[in-house]
Nanobody, 128 residues
Framework: QVQLVESGGGLVQAGGSLRLSCAASGRTLTSYFLGWFRQAPGKEREFVAAISASGVRTGYVDSVKGRFTISRDNAKNTVVLQMNSLKPEDTAVYYC?????????????????????WGQGTQVTVSS
């Protein structure tokens, strides 16, 4: 498994932006599809965004489309979630996740059970 560490969370006003970063160690991410999930208090973990190993394909939950962008930098072994136009309902702990792909470079998963490496999470709080 690969070790993942998120950073970049914090408190921001509605309409603001945050950039979450997830750094990997132990393995290179070139053959991994990567995802971001979030969990708000009292709610189940929710898929947010994912990117294929190739970086060509990305996917987002409808509530963040047009506001969030996932990207990867294989040279730095990181995955980034750029979050713009933040809303109070985006408040949650955000987790990055990874899984070595057996389905080719253009596959990504939206289900948390398809990932086997998780970070510890970073808190994002959006005030109204």
């Amino acid at each position: 498994q690969v070790q993942l560490v998120e950073s970049g969370g914090g408190l921001v006003q509605a309409g603001g932006s945050l950039r979450l970063s997830c750094a990997a160690s132990g393995r290179t991410l070139t053959s991994y599809f990567l995802g971001w999930f979030r969990q708000a208090p009292g709610k189940e973990r929710e898929f947010v965004a994912a990117i294929s190993a190739s970086g060509v394909r990305t996917g987002y939950v409808d509530s963040v489309k047009g506001r969030f962008t996932i990207s990867r930098d294989n040279a730095k072994n990181t995955v980034v979630l750029q979050m713009n136009s933040l809303k109070p309902e985006d408040t949650a702990v955000y987790y990055c996740a990874a899984r070595n792909t057996f389905y080719g470079g253009n596959y990504y998963a939206t289900g948390g059970n398809e990932y086997d490496s998780w970070g510890q999470g970073t808190q994002v709080t959006v005030s109204s």
